[in-house]
């Protein structure tokens, strides 16, 4: 069984930076893609990044040079770090993991607010 834990959302003003983390355990053999999605009120949950085993990666336009996503392996942590945050990336922020074994996390809110 897969579990994911996201850590690390909170408020921010628009500019800032944030750093989303996700510990994931269980069966590491459904890790082989990791990801961040988002959902917005009112919105379907989009992918913000993706980042395979062998470490490429792939990105939403909004996300291009704003966001980075990492993993490190050795300790089954995926990590997004955030900067120059807009408004409209206010969202609750959810770690994915798989195949074979799809599995979402609980999901961290990220409010960017003046």
């Known amino acids: 069984q897969v579990q994911l834990v996201e850590s690390g959302g909170g408020s921010v003003q628009p500019g800032g930076t944030l750093r989303l983390s996700c510990a994931a355990s269980?069966?590491?053999?459904?890790?082989?893609?990791m990801a961040w999605y988002r959902q917005a009120p009112g919105k379907q949950r989009e992918l913000v990044a993706q980042?395979?085993?062998?470490?490429?990666?792939t990105y939403a336009d909004f996300a291009k040079g704003r966001f980075t996503v990492s993993r490190d392996d050795a300790i089954t942590m995926l990590y997004l770090q955030m900067s120059s945050l807009k408004p409209e990336d206010t969202a609750v922020y959810y770690c994915?993991?798989?195949?074979?074994?799809?599995?979402w996390g609980q999901g961290t809110q990220v409010t960017v607010s003046s």
């Open positions: 980042i395979l085993r062998g470490g490429q990666t």
């Open positions: 994915y993991s798989g195949p074979p074994t799809i599995t």
């Open positions: 269980g069966n590491i053999l459904s890790f082989n893609t």
